[in-house]
Structures are given as C-alpha cells and as structure tokens.
C-alpha cells in the first residue's frame, strides 16, 4: 500500500474543548497528523468535507463523500467519520468492487489521554493493507462488512448485526 | 473473530524505567491492558513466552513460540515481540497455511505519551481480521508478508525488502 | 505539611465527554485521583462541594465553602474550582488570618493528554506549602493573593491586576 | 514573579528512548517545552549546565551551578536535576539569603504518560512564588528546606530527614 485517499468528516474524534466557550467543538482533522507522528511509511492524500458531529451528516455530505471516493485514482480509502452514522454513511456508498474503503472514529476525542482514536485509526489501516475490495467499518478491534454492523449504545462497541 | 492468542516475548513495547536502577527494564506485558483499554469485542488467550529485549531472543524461545502457535485451537495469533529480530521470528515460523499470525512491537514504549505501540496494536488487530491465512508483520502503518520485510534502521521503519 | 483539606467544586479540570449525549460533562474530581498518581506524601481529608461548570456556583455554594474551611481543623486548604469564577469565590472568602487557602483549576480537562491540570495543581501544592496564610489564586505559573487577579480570556492567562 | 533562571542538568527527567541503541539516555532539557505548553506568564533565562544522570553530576559541575546562580541577576532560580544526588547539590550551594533557589526533578521521565515531571516543575513552581531566600527541593508534594530532605528509596519519595 503505498498511497492512500483520507476522507475526513469531523465526529468525536477530531473534538477539542474551547475554555472561552466552556465547550466542545469539532476542530482541526486530527487523522493526518496521527499518521505523521506514528511515521507511516505510506502516503496520503487528504481532503475534508466538513467537520461535523455525525449526526449533523447529511446525504448531501454523504454524496460528497461518495463523490469523492467514484472521482479518486486510490485503490485505498481512510475515511474518518462520528460514530452515530458512521455505519449509515457506510452503506451509503452501496457496492465498492474497485476500492477497499475503511471507515472508522473514536468514542474517545484524540486529545484525550485515554482516546481510543490512535487504536481505532490503526485497525483501520491494517484493515485498508489486508481487506478485499469492498467497504468496512473498523471498531471495537473488529472489521465489519458495512452492511453487517451496528453501534451497540449499551456495551460502547460496534457488533455483529446479525 | 471472536477469540484470539496473545503471546508476548517483550521487547521495546513493555520496556519501563526503574528509578531505584536509573534504567530502564523490560516489564509487564502491556498489550492485554492496551485490548482491554481499547474495549475490543473478542476475546483473547495470552501466553507469556519471555520478556526479553529481542536481541535477547534465543532460538529455543523461537521454538516455544512455535509449538505455543502449532498447539493452539485459535484461528488468529497475535505476537508482541522486539523489532530487532521481529522479521527473524517471523521467518521462523515458516509457512502457515491454516492460521493467520500477526507480529508487532514499539520503536518507543508503550509507557510514552508518543508511543506507538497502541496504533501498531491497532494495525495488527486489523490486519489480524482481514488478512488471509499467513505469517505477517504489523509496522509503520503496514502489513507485510513475514517473507518480504525488514528494519530500515536509518528511516526507523519496517520495509518492503524488495 | 502534613494533611491538608481538598476541595472540589468541578470545572473545566474535571470534564469529561459523555459519547452517548455526544457532550462534555463535570465527571468526578480528579485531584484526589491526581494527588494519589504523583505519590505525594501528605494526606489529603477531601470534601466534594458540588460538580459545576463554574459559571453555575452560586453564592449559596460559595457559602459551603467557606462553612467547609471556617469548620475544618486544617491549616492548609486546597480547592479546584472552574476558572471563569474562580477569582470571586476565592474573594468571597474574605480575610483569612488563620490558613493557607489556595485555588486552583484547569483550562483544559485533566481527561487530556496536554491538559494544565496536573501542573496547576502542583503550583497549588507548592504554593500550599511555601505561602503565609491568605487566599490565593495559583493558575499560569504565578500565586496570586486573591485580591490581585483576574482572568484574561484574551491571553488565556491569570494576570496581576494592577 | 516576571522571570527566573532555569537552570538545567539533565536527570530522570529528560531520559529519552533511543531505539536504534535499544536503551535510554538523557536528551534535550524538557522544562522549556513543559513551561510553554503550560502558558506561564512569567519568562526564563535557560542555561543549560549538562545533561547527566545525577550521580554523574562533580564538584565541578556544582561550582558551575553556583556560579551561575551568584552571577545571575534573577531573585529566582529553578533546578531541574536528577534525584539522587539532588539533595547533595542543593546542599552544595550553601546559604543563599538573596535569592529563592527550588530544585526539583523526576521519578519517572517527562516523555513517560504518567510522569510526575509536569506536577513537580508545578510544585517547584509553586514554591518560586511563594517561599522566602533559601534553597529548597520540590518533591513529592512537599517543598522541603534543603538542609532538612533526603530520598527514601523504599517509599519512592523525599522526605523529612527529622
């Protein structure tokens, strides 16, 4: 896997606090300078659709999204999303027989100590290195089938749904 | 996949620093406190072959690590092991035609606020799930065939030896 | 100094996030948790007054507090407080010819990994030990009599305010 | 409190990971970095004296130390200096009635997660504000005259030598 297409979308993952507001807000993309700092030896290229909470996500950014996917050169697509409708924007880009494309978030912000964004982002590459062509949903240390997944809000991971 | 083996041999990943000694020692290892941590949902069997600096990593380890894999029920191993000699561990295990084996280990411990031990972790885990059956090495973002891989010492990644 | 009173009151230093609410919320007081992880050798009696972004402590609360410290047998106090307020309720307490009072918080959470937390707190145990008695504000690096200190959101420092 | 003189000779403290010679050594002073991070407002003149585990520190070292200290203008000085011999170099400077002097250091390196490096620079902070002319050692939650502290090694803390 030498390159790479990074789809970034906001979601808890890339939330930092703002003290003047006493509040939390979707920053900066935290997903590229992860891979930095982790000195991955493959490339990427990043583009940003928005910067939400996910359950502001519409299919308006959802067909960006896809948009961005169908129009890419990459065989390999990160796409870093909130976890509320990360399994709906999943599905929505239907069958992918050309690309493998893994979808993950944290539960966690990445500013936290305790996240588990740096975990989550490396399943997913390991799951963009080795998983057919198709579209995945990596979580709670699994690869899921877009299609065969669900958010769990009781046990906070990501299940089988079936 | 609902249940994996976790053996452990050490290595940069579990070192941790002795004040009393003024150095730093190979410890506990972190990776089921890491899968714990993170929430996953499988299940995992952990075997303690060593704790060993791998340059430490005798060939009578490598053998029990061996039979440890050979004798085991599990369809998915994931090895936790010095960079060093990684790659030469990884090798001797051979062909594996029925099990998938991932190693991986830390250029900086997992006790550091900047390790990478958790994202290499992260990439094992989901190279553990989508790799077909095979003996591979989980680092720098990618997973290699045990075959096809070495330490790049000046770039302080693993790369692709061809 | 041997023991001192802790008192806690929320505040930036002890959000946490919520993923289910997809919001940040006062979580339990972590100087004690903080204090017990940094092996310090005095004892600590502690007292939860309330859990509240300090834009939400009234004068009611602000009188429990005093109550707490005029009632207690410790010469030295410790209380975290959210900053946006900080500096009043540490002006409500008046003269106090008798104690060691220092405030102190967070501008951002403790949950996080370049969190202010831990070191204000330090500043606040240094200044515990080392201050005559008085009310002071210990936040930015300084040790400010109660009195003399405000709150500058431009620079995001507490700042003489002569 | 504008400014202090930071002075700095390596220690716990600045212990980094050098993978390629698999073992630990003391690297660049990191209290600069933690000050910035943290937002003081207050500046530091930074001299640097050595990098060395403390119980490499000489005589020689020492006298530089003081010198740096008897030629400086500052009424404030922090030392960041190893633990084991950093009761001996506190002591070493002899009485300072004209200036505050606080040396503090590590247990565990500033790069480690849970160091206690940040809440000891805070405490040692803490005590640069607060105390009177003297030499004093910042551990452990304690600000310790430096006639009157030594290291317990069983405990892991400084303490009281009365």
Redesign the interface.
């Known amino acids: 896997?030498k390159t790479i297409l990074l789809i970034t979308t906001g979601g808890?993952l890339d939330?930092v606090?703002f003290?003047?507001l006493?509040?939390?807000q979707v920053g900066n993309a935290v997903a590229p300078e992860?891979?930095q700092?982790?000195?991955?030896?493959?490339c990427y290229e990043h583009k940003e659709i928005c910067r939400k909470?996910s359950?502001e996500i519409t299919d308006q950014d959802r067909a960006l999204i896809k948009q961005a996917i169908d129009g890419c050169e990459h065989d390999h697509v990160l796409v870093t999303h909130?976890?509320?409708t990360m399994v709906q924007t999943a599905q929505f880009l239907g069958e992918q027989p050309e690309k493998t494309i893994v979808f993950t978030g944290a539960?966690?912000?990445a500013?936290?100590?305790?996240t588990?964004a740096?975990?989550?982002?490396?399943?997913?590459?390991?799951?963009?290195?080795?998983?057919p062509k198709g579209v995945?949903v990596?979580m709670?240390?699994?690869?899921f089938l877009a299609s065969k997944v669900y958010k769990n809000?009781e046990?906070?991971?990501?299940?089988d749904n079936e």
Do not use: C, H, W
């Open positions: 896997m808890t939330k606090y003290d003047a006493s509040e939390y992860i891979l700092r982790m000195n991955v030896n493959f909470d359950l909130g976890t509320d539960m966690q912000p500013a936290f100590a305790n588990d740096i975990f989550n982002i490396g399943t997913a590459i390991g799951a963009l290195n080795s998983a995945y990596a709670s240390g699994q690869v809000y046990t906070k991971r990501f299940e």
